[in-house]
């Protein structure tokens, strides 16, 4: 395997502290983006089209510039020094970008040939990254005659003949059926338990949740929410209510099992419970404790309003 002498022992995979980016037409993409990549995580980057997912990943692989802000990678800083971070990392952009009329191997070879690497070498992976892939047998086919799937491997594959530490997908599975984006979490499994960290960017939530044990969300160029995905789809599974009372609130409030009651002023209460639980137990503690409910709403959450932007389906994580 190679080495990687730069890199500080221990450091984030990535780094990332207020980053901001404005477009020349004034659009700002980033707002002031902080996160933390740990090393050998599977992290998803997850947001709505427009949110700045694909900006962000564009200077993480310094194919964008940025406006304001730091990125490091492996502990290497990317503006001081840009050369040594890229080394670190394998990008796998959205469209497909390989010469359609050339060979797999030989797409494979010639990429690790640009980024010198002896051929001998880079024939040996080629062959290693093909099979990780479920390519071995295509090497030697016209790379155009390969089926959706096969050419989204190929780009994981190619990405992968620099041995990066830290691999990079933009949408990798945008728009494709699936059984290939299946396919496509099979291999990319395979690549983060040999211990490359990943990180995708996605608007599929389903893809999130399959794939990847920490997230972020973006939207509008901010990150919304971060953390471990377990911890969101709690949240996620969480509905909450306000309820308008007749009269005045009780000082002690009856307790709800499972669920948070809080008075929001004299006359509200705030109910937080999970999504499965019944409301009609609910009631039956108010009406014992004599608080009578003339109104109920649902309680906005900004998570769920994104979510059904995301998915379309409120709660389909739950
Ligand atoms: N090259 C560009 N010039 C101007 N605006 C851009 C450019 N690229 C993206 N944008 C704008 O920046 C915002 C974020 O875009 P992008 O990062 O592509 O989002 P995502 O990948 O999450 O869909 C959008 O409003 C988009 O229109
Ligand atoms: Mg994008």
Redesign the pocket.
């Known amino acids: 395997m190679t080495t990687h002498p730069d890199a500080v022992p221990r450091a984030p995979a990535l780094r990332i502290r207020d980053l901001h980016k404005t477009?020349?037409?004034g659009?700002q993409?980033l707002k002031g983006v902080s996160l933390d990549v740990a090393p050998g995580d599977f992290f998803a980057l997850l947001?709505?089209?427009?949110?700045?997912?694909?900006?962000?990943i564009g200077i993480v692989s310094s194919l964008v510039n940025l406006s304001g802000g730091g990125v490091e990678v492996f502990g290497i800083d990317l503006a001081a020094r840009r050369g040594d971070a890229m080394r670190q990392i394998g990008l796998v952009p959205q469209e497909i970008n390989f010469n359609m009329f050339e060979q797999p191997l030989d797409i494979l070879v010639n990429y690790a040939g640009f980024y010198g690497i002896p051929r001998a070498q880079a024939e040996q992976r080629a062959e290693a990254e093909l099979r990780r892939a479920h390519l071995w047998d295509k090497a030697r086919m016209m790379s155009r005659t390969l089926s959706g799937g096969m050419k989204r491997r190929l780009m994981i594959a190619r990405a992968m003949m620099t041995a990066p530490r830290l691999l990079i997908l933009d949408?990798p599975t945008a728009g494709v059926d699936i059984e290939i984006r299946r396919d496509m979490w099979r291999v990319l499994r395979e690549i983060n338990a040999a211990g490359t960290t990943i990180i995708l960017?996605t608007h599929y939530l389903e893809e999130a949740e399959s794939l990847c044990r920490n997230l972020a969300i973006?939207d509008h160029?901010t990150i919304v929410e971060q953390g471990p995905m377990r911890a969101l789809l709690a949240k996620l599974d969480v509905e909450g209510f306000l309820f308008d009372i007749d009269g005045t609130l009780p000082a002690t409030l009856p307790a709800i099992a499972n669920a948070t009651l809080a008075a929001r002023d004299d006359h509200t209460l705030e109910l937080d419970m999970p999504r499965a639980m019944n409301l009609n137990g609910v009631f039956d503690v108010l009406d014992a404790a004599g608080i009578r409910v003339r109104s109920m709403r649902t309680k906005s959450n900004r998570l769920e309003e994104l979510f059904v932007r995301l998915t379309g389906q409120p709660g389909e994580a739950a």
Not at 47 to 55: D, L
């Open positions: 477009y020349g037409n659009v993409a947001g709505p089209n427009g949110a700045g997912k694909s900006t962000l949408e960017t973006i160029g």
